[in-house]
């Protein structure tokens, strides 16, 4: 199975800082990989897909890069509204998909 | 507008069954996979099953393979998930997902399933 990490757990930010997630996989997932946000209380929501492309309305400060085994997620100017927890997730093979244990970026 | 709408959540006892279901309008339902996904309270999406447009194949996460059933309806725009042999584990929002080509676009927001005597 493929495991995913997500580093760091917890990320202390002030707006207008620029944010940088990793997560990595125990094995190649190609590019196929995908970013969401999470506030208390809601589903997630897709921010990138196949690793750098932007979903659509997402803002464009949001972007991803990376293949194989390594992702990163990054925010240019992180605004009040990125305040929220942050998870990878890979899907190599629609037998098996597996989120990273996620990003929670908060206050400084 | 794509609406993902659960139902069938509640409380089960230990060993007991409940069967999700989800309907769906806004989009083309038989050409996407479904998946459910589930979140237990206060940790991270755990993906449960995934099913393929015409309902074919479906896989799922080792936690719930052999007690868990994903299932599709296109004719009626709807998902089910039929959970059977549920324990404390179980405990969680489960969330029916649009997937596109893996990554899931849309999301419904979630039934509560509590497993507890």
């Known amino acids: 199975d493929i495991q995913m990490t997500q580093s760091p757990s917890t990320l202390s930010a002030s707006v207008g800082d620029r944010v940088t997630i990793t997560c990595r996989a125990s094995q190649s997932i190609n590019s196929w990989l995908a970013w969401y946000q999470q506030k208390p209380g809601k589903a997630p929501k897709l921010l990138i897909y196949k690793a750098s492309n932007l979903e659509s309305g997402v803002p464009s400060r949001f972007t991803g890069s990376g293949s194989g085994t390594e992702f990163i997620l990054t925010i240019s100017c992180l605004q009040p509204d990125d305040f929220a927890t942050y998870y990878c997730q890979q899907y190599n093979s629609y037998s098996l998909f597996t989120f990273g244990p996620g990003t929670k970026v908060d206050f400084k | 507008e794509v609406q993902l709408v659960e139902s069938g959540g509640g409380l089960a006892q230990p060993g007991g069954s409940l069967r999700l279901s989800c309907a769906a309008s806004?989009?083309?339902?038989?050409?996407?996979?479904m998946s459910w996904v589930r979140q237990a309270p206060g940790k991270g999406p755990e993906w449960v099953a995934n099913?393929?447009?015409?309902?074919?194949?479906?896989y799922y996460a080792d936690s719930v393979k052999g007690r868990f059933t994903i299932s599709r309806d296109n004719g009626k725009n709807s998902l089910f998930l039929q959970m059977n042999y549920l324990g404390a584990d179980d405990t969680a929002v489960y969330s029916c997902v649009r997937s596109k080509l893996g990554d899931l676009d849309f999301w419904g927001q979630g039934t509560l399933v509590t497993v507890s005597s």
């Open positions: 806004g989009f083309t339902f038989s050409n996407y996979w």
């Open positions: 099913i393929k447009p015409d309902g074919s194949e479906k």
